[in-house]
């Protein structure tokens, strides 16, 4: 299976839950930044800009536990900056297992073979480090020499040791479909549970041609989506048959709701207007019918997972939900 059964079926509760409660819109997954701190300064990262003056900032982990409550997603993916640079990374991994959560923890690598000891293995927790190309197309983009490697021998390592893996790629204007090819080549070697791959998206603070078209997204997905059975991919099916041009969806902004040290992120996880301190204020002062709508000029090239995934689960049919379960138990 490509996601642990557990999943599935606190998600389907979860869902059939909101259902009943006549709730419309309500989140999936939270994505839970305690720290912008970073030991890298990737090409096409926005938040050591956006977030340059607060760097040194962190949630308490009490203050982490009350969003999680706040939001009440079934699924808690802990980003940052790196936030194994958090202080209280693993009594927050802790909690959250305690609370029955499922939890994605994401992490550059560089610091995961060292911090192994802290953590244990569970089917609701996975480490999900980034890996942007092969060896020298990843260490000259986070721009930092030995970087692939070390990242890598800490995959091997929390393999060995029974944790779950995830890997996440995101696509560049660069991008070389062929590096793609090699990388999940290796990264399927390695053992690792699922490859999450998305296109990156147009930060403002960002310089330079780095980020793709829709067009451009388009053509280079349509190459991608035919690996779904050669390699563990996780991107959802459905999803990537909208990056490759052939499904049509409005995003829905409030599926992936950030919480980081500034408040709750307003509109979404990509695009900053403003932060609230309340989870309820957030949803009921953000104009969401304006950015679900696309006219934000910020939004016109924006294909990204975050705000995409949620609309399949939302607008899901039954021959989706076939599709989605036959996916999902496919065994290379």
């Given at each position: 299976?490509?996601?642990?059964?557990?999943?599935?079926?606190?998600?389907?509760?979860?869902?059939?839950?909101?259902?009943w409660?006549?709730i419309?819109?309500?989140?999936?997954?939270?994505?839970?930044?305690p720290?912008?701190?970073?030991?890298?300064?990737?090409?096409?990262?926005g938040?050591?800009?956006?977030?340059?003056?607060?760097?040194?900032?962190?949630?308490?982990?009490?203050?982490?536990?009350?969003?999680?409550?706040?939001?009440?997603?079934?699924?808690?993916t802990?980003?940052?900056?790196?936030?194994?640079?958090?202080?209280?990374?693993?009594?927050?991994?802790?909690?959250?297992?305690?609370?029955?959560?499922?939890?994605?923890?994401?992490?550059?690598?560089?610091?995961?073979?060292?911090?192994?000891?802290?953590?244990?293995?569970?089917?609701?927790f996975?480490?999900?480090?980034?890996?942007?190309?092969?060896?020298?197309?990843?260490?000259?983009?986070?721009g930092?020499?030995g970087?692939?490697?070390?990242?890598?021998?800490?995959?091997?390592?929390a393999?060995?040791?029974?944790?779950?893996?995830?890997?996440?790629?995101?696509?560049?204007?660069?991008?070389?479909?062929?590096?793609?090819?090699?990388?999940?080549?290796?990264?399927?070697?390695?053992?690792?549970?699922?490859?999450?791959?998305?296109?990156?998206?147009?930060y403002?603070?960002?310089?330079?041609?780095?980020?793709?078209?829709?067009?451009?997204?388009?053509?280079?997905?349509?190459?991608?989506?035919?690996?779904?059975?050669?390699?563990?991919?996780?991107?959802?099916?459905?999803?990537?048959?909208?990056?490759?041009?052939?499904?049509?969806?409005?995003?829905?902004?409030?599926?992936?709701?950030?919480?980081?040290?500034?408040?709750?992120?307003?509109?979404?996880?990509?695009?900053?207007?403003?932060?609230?301190?309340?989870?309820?204020e957030?949803m009921?002062?953000?104009?969401?019918?304006?950015?679900?709508?696309?006219?934000d000029?910020?939004?016109?090239?924006?294909?990204?997972?975050?705000?995409?995934?949620?609309?399949?689960?939302?607008?899901?049919n039954?021959?989706?939900?076939?599709?989605m379960?036959?996916?999902n138990?496919?065994?290379?």
């Open positions: 299976m490509r996601f642990p059964l557990s999943l599935y079926v606190s998600m389907t509760r979860y869902l059939l839950l909101m259902k409660k006549g419309e819109r309500f989140p999936l997954v939270l994505m839970l930044e720290t912008h701190r970073c030991n890298l300064t990737c090409a096409g990262c938040r050591i800009r956006e977030y340059q003056s607060t760097l040194g900032k962190e949630m308490s982990l009490e203050e982490c536990l009350h969003s999680v409550d706040e939001a009440g997603t079934p699924v808690v802990v980003t940052g900056g790196e936030p194994l640079l958090y202080s209280h990374a693993p009594s927050l991994v802790k909690e959250l297992l305690k609370r029955r959560k499922h939890v994605y923890f994401c992490t550059n690598g560089l610091l995961l073979e060292e911090a192994l000891p802290k953590f244990h293995p569970n089917t609701r996975t480490w999900n480090v980034h890996f942007d190309g092969t060896e020298a197309v990843h260490d000259a983009i986070i930092k020499p970087g692939f490697q070390k990242a890598a021998s800490g995959v091997q390592a393999k060995r040791q029974g944790f779950r893996v995830s890997t996440n790629t995101t696509v560049y204007r660069e991008t070389e479909i062929s590096d793609l090819e090699t990388l999940f080549t290796q990264l399927t070697d390695f053992g690792v549970d699922g490859i999450l791959v998305a296109p990156g998206f147009s403002e603070d960002v310089t330079g041609e780095v980020f793709l078209t829709r067009a451009e997204i388009i053509e280079k997905f349509r190459h991608i989506r035919k690996w779904q059975n050669r390699f563990p991919i996780i991107s959802n099916p459905i999803y990537l048959d909208f990056l490759s041009g052939d499904r049509h969806f409005q995003c829905t902004p409030w599926g992936n709701p950030t919480r980081n040290p500034q408040g709750w992120k307003s509109p979404c996880y990509l695009i900053t207007d403003t932060h609230y301190p309340a989870y309820g957030f009921e002062e953000t104009d969401w019918d304006y950015y679900v709508s696309g006219r000029p910020r939004c016109e090239q924006c294909m990204v997972h975050c705000g995409y995934e949620p609309t399949v689960v939302r607008r899901m039954g021959r989706d939900l076939l599709r379960i036959r996916w138990l496919h065994v290379r």
